[in-house]
């Protein structure tokens, strides 16, 4: 099926290190790909998202990647802070209807 | 003001009984969903609404069934509960409708628990 499948599932870093969360996925027709921030008791918040025809975007401590080719986006969060602790989805849209489609999750810890 | 709110936060019932989840937006959105998040986190796409008409259903139990009486509503009637339903239930809405997406906007969830 059109999956998405998202590495690692916990990750675990002290303050000021940096983070990556990473993404594959498997329809070559997938054109939008979002990261989103789920907080303990609150609902997912967009935090960046990509385009198929950009390879990067850039916002403040947060950079997300593209490898088309490859079928691969990356979430960089540099200079960790412990409010960055959640859990962080990955999405894609998928099929003929650009349904949006999430990884697993990756629960951070940023620990001080 | 909150953008997409949705009632009640927890909601603790007995199998077999027969509950409602309501959810509204003032965004002025175009498309409305239905997610379903288990306990490992897994975030699912239920139903999409939109302008009042159904776009996605994906394989839900016919126990489920959303009702828009107008664009900025959605809610979620369950009949028959079974344990298995017990999840965190998401509203979301979206400007626009597929293939034009833009970003979704979610609730901040009901946690449904059937005892």
């Known amino acids: 099926g059109e999956n998405v499948e998202q590495h690692p599932s916990t990750l675990s870093v002290q303050e000021g290190d940096s983070a990556v969360i990473k993404c594959t ?3 070559s027709a997938s054109n939008y790909f979002p990261w989103y921030k789920q907080e303990l008791g609150k609902g997912p918040q967009l935090i960046i998202d990509i385009r198929s025809n950009v390879g990067e975007k850039k916002d403040q401590r947060i950079a997300v990647t593209l490898n088309k080719t490859a079928k691969h986006f990356s979430l960089h969060i540099t200079e960790t802070q412990p409010e960055d602790s959640a859990v962080y989805f990955c999405a894609a849209t998928v099929g003929p209807n650009n349904d ?3 990884g697993a999750g990756t629960r951070l810890t940023v620990k001080p | ?5 949705q009632t009640p936060k927890y909601l603790v019932t007995q199998m077999g009984n027969d509950k409602s989840i ?3 937006q003032n965004l002025g959105h175009d498309t ?5 998040q288990d306990s490992k986190k897994f975030l699912k796409i239920m139903f999409s609404y939109n302008n009042k008409e159904l776009i996605i259903n994906e394989t839900v139990p016919n126990r489920f069934s959303p009702k828009s009486p107008d664009k900025a509503h959605l809610n979620l009637h369950i009949n028959s509960l079974e344990l298995g339903d017990s999840a965190v239930y998401f509203c979301a809405s979206s400007q626009y409708r597929a293939p ?3 970003k979704l906007f979610f609730g901040s969830g009901t946690q449904l628990s059937v005892l």
């Not at chain 2, 003001?1 to 709110?5: G, H, L």
């Not at chain 2, 409305?32 to 379903?36: D, G, I, Q, R, T």
């Open chain 2, 32 to 36: 409305m969903y239905w997610y379903k």
């Open chain 2, 1 to 5: 003001d909150t953008a997409v709110s």
């Open chain 2, 22 to 24: 309501k959810c509204e």
């Open chain 2, 100 to 102: 034009t997406n833009e």
């Open chain 1, 100 to 102: 949006m489609r999430f």
């Open chain 1, 25 to 27: 996925y498997s329809d």
